[in-house]
């Protein structure tokens, strides 16, 4: 499975859009690019993910460059209770195995 | 998606003694993993539960250490065998319908050896 590369932490303003980056620059055309977060305590929660277009949800949109080399996670008004740490994992297609990174943690501040 | 159930969600063992954790999922799933996620860590994934089959360990993993039953497609468990210190960790279930579909997880067996 390919690796990512993520920034160790972020920090965003509640209410403003929360812009995750993610390199995976050795991505197969097979693989696909997920998104979890985990807040403290609980077990990783599933938010999106995309082979090659750009997808949207309820909870987030990734966006995913042309290359596939690279992506990005935009939670659109980020709150307070989205601090959390985020991992972007590319897989899929080795049996279904998730290899997880050591994510970004974004913290939300009032 | 589906809804993962994970017992006990915490214990506190004695050194020498074995733990199994239990794993229920709500729907028929194709695929189950367990992973461990030590103090501050991330999650590293230990095996991939195989219906009817022996489980698939990953590197550093083995089936003395950590055995593996899925006996449907709904239910599995992880046993933690002759536990030191060393095995304090969260150890967690997930799911998903197929390899390309998203994992699910449960929120985890929150694991202390004294």
């Known amino acids: 499975d390919a690796k990512t590369t993520q920034p160790p932490s972020m920090d965003c303003a509640e209410g403003r859009a929360a812009n995750l980056p993610c390199n995976h620059s050795t991505i197969s055309g097979n693989e696909y690019v997920y998104w979890y977060r985990q807040i403290h305590s609980q077990g990783p929660q599933y938010i999106i993910h995309?082979?090659?277009n750009n997808e949207t949800n309820e909870m987030a949109s990734l966006i995913i460059t042309e290359d596939r080399k690279s992506s990005t996670l935009i939670l659109p008004h980020a709150t307070l209770r989205d601090t959390a740490v985020y991992y972007c994992i590319v897989g899929g297609n080795q049996g279904g195995k998730l290899i997880f990174g050591q994510g970004t943690e974004l913290s939300v501040k009032p | 998606s589906a809804v993962i159930s994970q017992k006990p969600s915490r214990d506190i063992c004695q050194r020498g003694t074995s733990l199994t954790i239990q794993c229920q999922v709500d729907?028929?799933?194709?695929?189950m993993f367990w992973y461990r996620q030590q103090p501050g860590q991330s999650l590293t994934l230990i095996a991939t539960?195989?219906?009817?089959?022996?489980?698939?360990?990953e590197s550093g993993f083995v089936i003395d250490k950590f055995p593996i039953s899925r006996p449907n497609l709904t239910f599995s468990t992880l046993t933690v065998s002759n536990m030191s210190p060393e095995d304090s960790s969260i150890y967690l279930c997930s799911a998903s319908q197929s390899r390309n579909q998203p994992q699910h997880f449960g929120d985890g067996t929150r694991l202390s050896i004294l």
């Open positions: 729907s028929q799933v194709t695929m």
């Open positions: 539960a195989n219906q009817g089959s022996e489980a698939t360990y």
């Open positions: 995309g082979l090659k």
